[in-house]
């Protein structure tokens, strides 16, 4: 059973930089993995996803040119850099990998992932 471990979340002020890793148990290069936030009462929301094997990235639009995912073959890692971090950032930040046949519709919808790991809480404050 594939297990995903994130981690680096913590309390920042507004302005500031966040790097949040996502170990994985297996080897997942040709896969879709993803970065997904939640808030108090909101639902879950797709922040950036990325396909390793053609280093193909999708980004929401809230967090595009401030946010930066990528992935390490060798640690079998995802990573998320959040710089210029806002209080509308804060939440549950979840790292998911997605093991279906074919493409996805979505590379950002939440439902397309069937693999996730317990969340990393981040906090942006003024």
């Known amino acids: 059973q594939l297990q995903l471990v994130e981690s680096g979340g913590g309390s920042v002020q507004a302005g500031g930089s966040l790097r949040l890793a996502c170990v994985t148990s297996?080897?997942?290069?040709?896969?879709?993995l993803g970065w997904f936030r939640q808030a108090p009462g909101q639902e879950r929301e797709g922040v950036a996803s990325?396909?390793?094997?053609?280093?193909?990235?999708y980004y929401a639009d809230s967090v595009k040119g401030r946010f930066t995912i990528s992935h390490d073959d060798a640690k079998n890692t995802l990573y998320l850099q959040m710089d210029s971090l806002k209080p509308e950032d804060t939440g549950t930040y979840f790292c998911?990998?997605?093991?279906?046949?074919?493409?996805?519709?979505?590379?950002?919808?939440?439902?397309?992932?069937?693999?996730w790991g317990q969340g990393t809480q981040v906090t942006v404050s003024l």
């Open positions: 297996e080897y997942v290069r040709y896969v879709y």
């Open positions: 998911a990998v997605r093991r279906r046949i074919g493409y996805p519709e979505r590379p950002l919808d939440s439902h397309e992932y069937n693999y």
């Open positions: 990325i396909y390793p094997g053609s280093n193909s990235r």
